[in-house]
Structure formats: structure tokens, C-alpha cells
């Protein structure tokens, strides 16, 4: 059994859940929910019965004056991410915060530096990239089935009610792309590398959204690949396949396309090998969401793993900046008309 590690998670709302029962499995790899916050005294003490956690704050103040976690882990909303993550970092704990990391890129680089100088481990819960068919895709191409791709696909449309878990959402400013284009952006990263600029369209489909519901974008990366990048809350599509990630990705030696229902097909010398990448239905878990829910285990194992080994995580905080400098580009891209150049860190 590896070290013991005390963990607190501060934010006990909707998504939360997934992350407390990613926690309870982890107990067997050492983890050890040691205390829960929420300003909403309710949902913190709900979560510390239900959980068997032992202490429960309604001030993150209080908890870090009283308590000694080896991992904060933040699954608030966004807006106070910033000052919640500035907080623990000052106090040198390895942190991880949900996504959107920042409400804005200033926000995504004011917690990276402030992390980097303290020299604290700071991720980001971006979980996409460990959904199963993804992080399968991830295998393929780099035992470099396809060869280095260079177009890409990836599409996340839907029109679920997801207003009813996520009332907030109506009310986001900045709504599709901080919500579901850091994922989408995030899985272009991944598997086709540093983008250079981003082109965006955004729309309002639904009129009683205050932000964008629709964001259509296109990446010229690094390297030269191409990506188009869409993600909508107003598809009128059926099936609806929500929350599934559909990906196209063409390279020199081939081809492999996610279809609906975790469907995977392997283009290569003329033939199709055809693979079912569906994720595992965890105990906590329900479909449609147990593709992410599982991926909240598999995010917060490996982000475990990395900081157990003095290593950065996958998604770490100077990752996810580069991720989020995506989104950015893509709203000033979507208010200028014009393609916008990614901004560095420094
Ligand atoms: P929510 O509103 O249901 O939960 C947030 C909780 O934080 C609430 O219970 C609230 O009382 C509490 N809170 C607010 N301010 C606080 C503070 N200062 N200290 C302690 N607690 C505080 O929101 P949610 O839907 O659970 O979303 C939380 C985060 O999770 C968001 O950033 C959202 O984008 C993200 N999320 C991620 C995924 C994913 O797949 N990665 C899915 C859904 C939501
Ligand atoms: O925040 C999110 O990632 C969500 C989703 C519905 C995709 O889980 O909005």
C-alpha cells in the first residue's frame, strides 16, 4: 500500500460527487478524505455523512488554519478559483482545481506564476483527455499507428438539458468555450499538438443563455496540422450522444475516427480494425455520465501518481495555460473576425 496521503476537497455541489467517490476508491492506493468545505453548510456536512469523512468547514480559511491536507482539491465554480487556488498555494499545498482553470487567461496565468514561484504542485482537473476512448486514442497514436497526424476532428454536440444540474450556465458570460472548448481544445492539444492561432465563430442559439451556447473553431498548430474544433449546447440531433467526444484524425499512415456510442475505427494499409471503447459503468456511476465519471478516477489517479513521483502532471497548471490560451484566442477571434495568435505565459 503506498504513503497515506490526507486529502480535502472544497466545493461539495453537483460535480464534487464524482470527485468525492473518485477519492473514496483512490483509499485503496493511500488516499484518505481527511475534510470537506462548502460555504453551504448543508452540502459540506452532507458530503462529510454520506462520504464518512471526518471534518467538515464552511470557510476554506478555517480548514487551511486547521487542518494539514497533503491535496487540496477545489471543485468550486469558477469564479473563485482564483482566489481559492492563490490561497492554498501560499500555504504550499499541492493543489487541483477544476476547469475552467480561470474565468479568463489572466486568471490561468496569475495561478500558474504564483505556483511556479512557489514552487507548488498545481494541476487542473481536465478530464477529457482520460476518457477511456481517448486516452486510447492517446496509445495508438503514440505507438504511431497513423503516423504524426495532421488534420483533425474534434466535435462535441449536444442539446441535453444539462441547464437542470448546471443552472449556472444560463448565466456564464462567457459560456460554451470556458465550459466545454477547454475540453475540446484540450483533446486538440493532446493529440495534435501546440496551436499556434485560432480562428472562432461563436453563436447564441438558445435565448435564454447570456453567452455564446455554440463555438465553431479552427486551429492551425505548431507543427502545421489543421483541427476544426466545435462544441454546441444547441444541437438538435438524435440521437443526442451526450456527453460523447466524436474525433477524426487523419496522418500520413492512416486514419482513426471515434464514432457515436464509443465506436473506434483503426484506418490503416486498406483495412479497418474496429475497436468498442466504452468505459467501464463504476459502482458510483450511471450512464450517460459514467464516460466522464470514470474519467474523474483516471484524472485524479494520475494526477496522484504525478505528484507522488515529483513530477508535473499531465495537466498541470502550465499545461492547461496552454489550453485555455486556446479559449482565449477563440473569443477574440470570435470578436475581431481575425485570426489570433496564442498568448505565451510570460
Ligand atoms: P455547483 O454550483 O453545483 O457546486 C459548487 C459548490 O461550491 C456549491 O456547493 C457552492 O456552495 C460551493 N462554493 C461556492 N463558493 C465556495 C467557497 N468560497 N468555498 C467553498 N465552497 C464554495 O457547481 P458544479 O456544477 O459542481 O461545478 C463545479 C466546477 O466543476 C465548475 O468549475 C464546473 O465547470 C466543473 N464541472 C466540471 C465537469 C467536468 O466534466 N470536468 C462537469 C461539471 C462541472
Ligand atoms: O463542465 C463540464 O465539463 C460539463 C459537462 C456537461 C461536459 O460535463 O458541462
Redesign the pocket.
Known sequence: MADKIGVSVVGCGF?AQNHLNAWRDLAKDGVELIAVCDIDAAKAKAAAEKFKVPRWYTDLDVLLAKEKPGLIDIVTRVETHREQVLKTVAKGIPTIVQ?PFGFDLGDCRAMTLAAKKAGVFLAVHENFRFQAPLRRITELLRQGVIGTPSWGRVS?RTDYD?YTG?PY?LNETRFVIN??GV?VCDLARAFLGEVEHVTCETQRRNPKAKGEDTATMMMKHVNGAVSMVECTYGAHRLPDI??QTLIELEGPKGAIILYKNFDLEIMVGGKITKEHADAEVLHWAARPWHI?QESVLATNAHILNALRSGKPADVSAEDNFKTFACCEAAYKSAESGKAVALEPLQ
Open positions: 460535480f476547469k462535441f444539462i448546471q450556465l465550459d466545454l475540453h451526450f456527453p466522464i
